[in-house]
């Protein structure tokens, strides 16, 4: 589906933005003491190639109406196959396999056993959630009173604001730094709370939407890397994915179901699901707390247990 919003467009995004990570990613290697500068560059770096894909669009539909072979499909088209053949060329990685039972053992003990993977995955749970609410309503609270705004102008502004946010990592986490990660993720969560509790319930002019929606996005942006590190601090390589799916798994039926009964039904109001929202960015501080208060001892590395 193709949406033009005064002069962007978020036809195909997704595509050029996935190009431009692997791209990014299989120049940097698979290190592991780059692995924490790679999180927050691959934030950065999708923020800038979702502005640049729109832009892109928007010149290519601008400019070649008419002209299929410079449409945007096929430009997404051509973006995938390059990134099919630099993952098929550049791969290094020897895949490791492991028997059912083996990798079931394994996920029993390491993540559901240990109740601080447990408080992360609900944490990826509650920022997965809220960034799709925040996605599907956002334009509606904006224009909620019928008021004419430039949507188009909005978006990359959410999006520069997701950058910003993204560069803040490198200077919290870095070797002179001595704030934990737990410690600001409490703070960055209740922050992401509010803004979506204030948005909820109280009518704002366009201005403070858009200052509160930027606030948002900026700490997503920080929020995203920082909990990749903390996923490669307290998780195997091999049981990553694993962990990554039990939390967006509930977090994608609960976005079904609020769609279903919210936009299908009409029996829960934008307002209630935006409050759910935020009550998730609640718990997730609380447990960052937890596990700050759990991980007084120095921090256990799987990969090297």
């Known amino acids: 589906m193709f949406i033009r919003l005064n002069g962007y467009s978020s036809t195909h995004e997704d595509i050029l933005c996935v190009f431009f990570i692997i791209i990014f990613i299989f120049q940097q290697g698979h290190r592991q003491d780059t692995l924490n500068e790679t999180f927050w560059l691959?934030?950065?770096?999708?923020?800038?190639?979702?502005?640049?894909?729109q832009v892109l669009?928007?010149?290519?539909?601008?400019?070649?109406?008419g002209k299929n072979i410079s449409s945007p499909s096929m430009a997404a088209f051509f973006f995938a196959i390059i990134a099919i053949?630099?993952?098929?060329?550049?791969?290094?990685?020897?895949?490791?396999?492991?028997?059912?039972?083996?990798?079931?053992?394994?996920?029993?003990?390491?993540?559901?056993?240990?109740?601080?993977?447990?408080?992360?995955?609900?944490?990826?749970?509650?920022?997965?959630?809220?960034?799709a609410v925040f996605w599907i309503l956002w334009a509606p609270t904006v224009v909620a009173d019928g008021r004419e705004v430039?949507?188009?102008?909005?978006?990359?502004?959410?999006?520069?604001?997701?950058?910003?946010?993204?560069?803040?990592?490198?200077?919290?986490?870095?070797?002179?730094?001595?704030?934990?990660?737990?410690?600001?993720?409490?703070?960055?969560?209740?922050?992401?709370?509010?803004?979506?509790?204030?948005?909820?319930?109280?009518?704002?002019?366009?201005?403070?939407?858009?200052?509160?929606?930027?606030?948002?996005?900026?700490?997503?942006?920080?929020?995203?890397?920082?909990l990749a590190k903390l996923r490669t601090m307290f998780v195997p390589n091999e049981l990553r994915g694993g962990m990554i799916s039990i939390s967006q798994a509930p977090a994608t039926a609960a976005i079904l179901f609020f769609l279903v009964q919210g936009g299908y039904y009409r029996n829960i109001e934008n307002s209630t699901i935006m409050a759910i929202a935020a009550l998730g960015m609640f718990t997730a501080a609380a447990c960052m707390h937890v596990l700050k208060r759990w991980g007084k001892q120095p921090y256990q590395n799987w990969h090297k247990s």
Request: charged share 10%; glycine share 8%; hydrophobic share 45%.
């Open 150 to 226: 430039h949507l188009g102008l909005i978006y990359p502004c959410l999006v520069g604001s997701r950058m910003l946010g993204s560069t803040a990592f490198p200077w919290l986490t870095g070797g002179l730094s001595s704030i934990r990660t737990e410690d600001y993720l409490v703070y960055a969560f209740i922050i992401v709370g509010m803004v979506l509790s204030i948005t909820a319930y109280d009518y704002q002019e366009i201005g403070v939407l858009v200052t509160l929606f930027c606030l948002f996005h900026a700490s997503v942006g920080l929020i995203s890397p920082s």
């Open 42 to 53: 691959m934030s950065y770096f999708e923020s800038a190639s979702l502005i640049g894909s």
């Open 57 to 65: 669009s928007n010149w290519l539909i601008g400019n070649n109406v």
């Open 85 to 131: 053949v630099c993952i098929t060329k550049r791969w290094a990685e020897v895949p490791q396999t492991a028997s059912f039972k083996e990798y079931r053992t394994s996920f029993s003990a390491y993540i559901l056993g240990d109740k601080r993977i447990l408080l992360l995955a609900w944490a990826q749970a509650c920022l997965h959630f809220s960034i």
